[in-house]
């Protein structure tokens, strides 16, 4: 069965840090770019972040400069380092196996 799972999330303060971890199983983790997603409530979900099987990154405007990816295929787990964080960034983040793998998401809150 193909799962990713989301962990990491909660309540930060602006300019605070978190680290997001997506493990994934059931698939050859090392063959699949995984992207991060997150939908703020009221809102469309929107693109964060994509590592590439080939290590390449790509971010979103957004988060550019702040956010950071990396992956461990021996542990098939991606991680979002999260770095000076704004209230606009309060969201549910959600990784992603093209086209239809989606974790289940892990909610980040950024308020003082």
């Known amino acids: 069965q193909v799962q990713l799972v989301e962990s990491g999330g909660g309540l930060v303060q602006p300019g605070g840090s978190l680290r997001l971890s997506c493990a994934g199983s059931g698939f050859i983790f090392s063959f699949y770019d995984i992207n991060w997603f997150r939908q703020a409530p009221g809102k469309q979900r929107e693109f964060v972040a994509r590592t590439s099987s080939d290590g390449t990154t790509r971010y979103a405007d957004s988060v550019k400069g702040r956010f950071t990816l990396s992956r461990d295929n021996t542990k098939n787990t991606v991680y979002l380092q999260m770095n000076s964080l704004k209230p606009e960034d309060t969201a549910v983040y959600l990784c992603?196996?093209?086209?239809?793998?989606w974790g289940q998401g892990t909610p980040v809150t950024v308020s003082s």
């Open positions: 992603n196996k093209a086209p239809l793998t």
